[in-house]
Every structure is written in C-alpha cells, then in structure tokens.
C-alpha cells in the first residue's frame, strides 16, 4: 500500500533549537498539507501546496515556522526557535485536487514533538 | 468563516448503533469526509459524501443534507474497536482546503 512516510517519528527538544520535520508524499499526489494536532485544539491547519506551491499558511506563526517542497517527493517543516508550546503531533497529509473530487487525504503516522 | 462543529464525546454499547452529527458552515463546498483516529495514531479515511443522501459502506454509512450544512456517520453493530474519535472534514472549493472539525470520542461499553 502506498503510504504518506513522515520522519522523525517522535522528536524531545529543548526551547530554542531548530525542529526539521519531513514527509514524503504519496508518488502521484500533488497537494500536501501540515497538520497540528492537540488535546485542546484538534487538527489545526498550518500550510498546504499544490503542485508544490504554497496556497495557504496563514495558519503557521511565521516568525518561527517555516514549510518548504523543494521537490515533489519531499516536504519539510521547520520550527525556529521552537518553544514549549510548540508541543504537539505533527501530521503530513497528501491527496489529489480539484479533478479527483473525491479523493480523501492520506495522513503520515505523525511527528510526536515535545519542547522542554 | 469557517465552522465545523460536532459533539465532544459519545458512548455507546457493544453490538448497538450509534449516529455521529456534524454541522458545518464553510466558505465553499467540494465534499464531506468522515476520519476515523485511534488513540495515538493518524487519522484513516471511512467514507465521502459530495451530493445529498445516504452512503453505505458495510457496517458505516454516512449521510448529506447540503442545504442544511449537516452530515451524520452512522455505525452498526458497534465493536470494541470502534472506540476511536471521528473527525468530520468539508473540502472548500475553492481553495481545496480541507477544514477539521474537533471530533467526536466514541467509546464502545461492553
């Protein structure tokens, strides 16, 4: 089965380093999309792309996240400084746009993150 | 705006049926997907709904009024292993965003 593949699966940080979060999309998909889960606020959107333009990331804090694609097969996530609160399960997702109408997305297994 | 809401949690008996609600009030639509997410792990895709009426997929069916914003999953003869939550998700058409709701924790009793 083909599958979204995110690294690291669980990452421990002290505040104030550089957090580098990938995902490999499925072969074939053209958007993908950065997902913050908590307890307290469920999925949160932080940035998605199609065909490796970013459409929208007015979701992230950008003075310290950053999200690239700097090919089709790979998507990165930065946090710089990263900071207590930053602590959260990071999901990648992956799917096809407007032509497939009903194609769902596709989660990574997630990037466990705590900040110390 | 965007708005999705559905119930925090539900409990239901092993064997029994149970109806998960989901309203949503969103910018554009291009379909309804129901998720299913175990406990520490990623959400899994059950089913897709883009025009009004019933979709049967085995034991989970999920339905769609667009003219009301509203959805329902539907789930029959309740196991153990469907204690999970259940995330509703409208894609928007225009920018083909998909918007979360907060989910519903179900929690199957024996």
């Known amino acids: 089965d083909a599958r979204v593949t995110q690294t690291p699966r669980h990452k421990v940080t002290e505040m104030g380093q550089e957090v580098t979060m990938r995902c490999q999309p499925i072969?074939?998909?053209?958007?993908v999309f950065w997902y913050r889960q908590t307890m307290m606020q469920g999925l949160e959107l932080l940035a998605y792309?199609?065909?490796?333009?970013?459409?929208?990331d007015s979701g992230m804090p950008k003075d310290r996240f950053s999200a690239e694609m700097p090919d089709a097969t790979l998507a990165t996530l930065k946090i710089q400084p990263s900071e207590p609160r930053d602590s959260a399960v990071y999901f990648c997702?992956?799917?096809?746009?407007?032509?497939?109408?009903?194609?769902?997305?596709?989660f990574g297994n997630g990037t466990r993150l705590t900040v110390t | 705006g965007q708005n999705i809401d559905q119930p925090t949690e539900m409990t239901a008996t092993e064997g029994a049926i149970v109806q998960i609600n989901c309203t949503y009030q969103?910018?554009?639509?291009?379909?309804l997907f129901w998720y299913q997410q175990h406990a520490g792990e990623a959400p899994t895709f059950l089913s897709y709904?883009?025009?009004?009426g019933l979709e049967e997929k085995g034991r989970f069916s999920s339905f769609l009024s667009r003219s009301k914003g509203y959805s329902y999953l539907l789930l029959k003869e309740l196991q153990m292993k469907d204690s999970a939550s259940y995330l509703c998700?409208?894609?928007?058409?225009?920018?083909?965003?998909?918007?979360f709701g907060p989910g519903t924790r179900l929690s199957v009793l024996p």
């Open positions: 072969l074939g998909h053209n958007t």
């Open positions: 998700a409208v894609r928007d058409s225009y920018g083909q965003n998909f918007v």
């Open positions: 969103t910018s554009g639509f291009n379909g």
């Open positions: 997702a992956s799917g096809l746009s407007q032509d497939r109408a009903n194609s769902p997305l596709h």
């Open positions: 709904n883009v025009l009004d």
């Open positions: 792309f199609r065909n490796r333009a970013p459409l929208d």
